[in-house]
């Protein structure tokens, strides 16, 4: 796969963002209902077949108004990561524009709306047999014999690696052992690759909201979850292997349900839990989009505002 998106096609390309919890999906799905657009999904559990509840993707009736992409691609047991989307997305945009339709990139997953600015994937090829040994090390030690494995290869330090995501620490390790070198020279090596969509003029904006609104529409999310029964789901996604990919697993909502049925969590502190779990990573994304998005594209939403389909982008 080449680096950037197929010199023939050009144009546009809309990209909503936002924290968790915004409003950000309602409100893509008005703007592109008023402007001929179809949805390509940016959110890293929406990839995965069943996992419908925590992950809030649109209904049935909502993909009926407008065409989604980006959604139950993979089973649960079956890992995704940015080079899997990044070649999906290359391949949905040419698809949708060739339609002569819009683009509306929508999702709060930064790592993988990076795709969509900067080089689609790195050129590390990862054998097998190097997943399976970062698989099993994960498996033994967990998250903490990763990390003792990756600062052992990295002395100079992991940057600005998230420690705590499985996923990432898990993409650095396999990247280290397949390459053999360090993160700062991976990064180096990854920052002169070719930018993706190079022919396509990117129109952004993200959306976020006051603490106290936000923390509302958080516990109302959470509330809904439950009641809609997320740990009947999770239950069923355990039997399908969702131990067995540390990515799905260990995402907002599921982590915790995990927890739960295993008996380490009672459930009448569960909705409290993914609350705060939830607040947490509001916080990261906004750093997130502040840092590769900017403040000219920021728009805080008021109390209880909706934005219409013409008031974005």
């Not at 904006?205 to 958080?218: C, T």
Request: glycine share 8%; hydrophobic share 35%; net charge neutral.
């Amino acid at each position: 796969m080449t680096g950037s998106f197929p010199s023939q096609h050009h144009g546009e390309l809309y990209i909503l963002a936002g924290v968790t919890a915004s409003g950000k999906s309602n409100a893509a799905l008005e703007w592109a209902c008023s402007n001929d657009a179809e949805i390509l999904s940016c959110d890293s559990i929406s990839f995965y077949k069943g996992m419908d509840i925590g992950s809030a993707k649109p209904t049935f009736e909502e993909r009926k108004r407008v065409p989604h992409y980006g959604i139950d691609l993979f089973e649960v047991r079956d890992p995704c990561d940015v080079g899997r989307y990044a070649e999906y997305a290359q391949r949905k945009v040419g698809e949708i524009i060739s339609r002569g339709c819009k683009v509306l990139v929508v999702g709060g997953s930064g790592f993988y709306l990076q795709s969509f600015f900067s080089s689609m994937v790195d050129q590390v090829e990862i054998e097998d047999s190097v997943r399976e040994q970062v698989d099993d090390l994960f498996n033994s030690l967990g998250l903490v014999g990763l990390l003792q494995r990756l600062r052992s290869l990295n002395p100079d330090g992991l940057g600005e690696l998230d420690v705590l995501n499985p996923r990432r620490v898990i993409r650095a390790l396999e990247r280290c052992l397949a390459s053999g070198k360090n993160l700062a020279t991976l990064k180096q090596e990854f920052d002169s690759l070719p930018k993706s969509f190079p022919n396509f003029k990117k129109k952004v904006l993200w959306l976020n909201r006051e603490d106290s609104d936000l923390v509302q529409r958080i516990e109302e999310r959470t509330r809904k979850m439950l009641e809609r029964g997320l740990l009947d789901e999770t239950r069923t996604l355990l039997k399908l292997g969702l131990a067995f990919n540390p990515a799905a697993s260990s995402s907002i909502g599921y982590r915790e349900a995990v927890s739960c049925l295993q008996g380490n969590v009672p459930e009448c502190e569960l909705n409290q839990l993914i609350n705060a779990s939830t607040r947490k990573l509001v916080s990261k994304q906004r750093k997130w989009f502040r840092k590769h998005l900017g403040e000219k594209s920021h728009l805080v939403l008021n109390h209880g505002q909706e934005l219409e389909g013409t008031d974005l982008l």
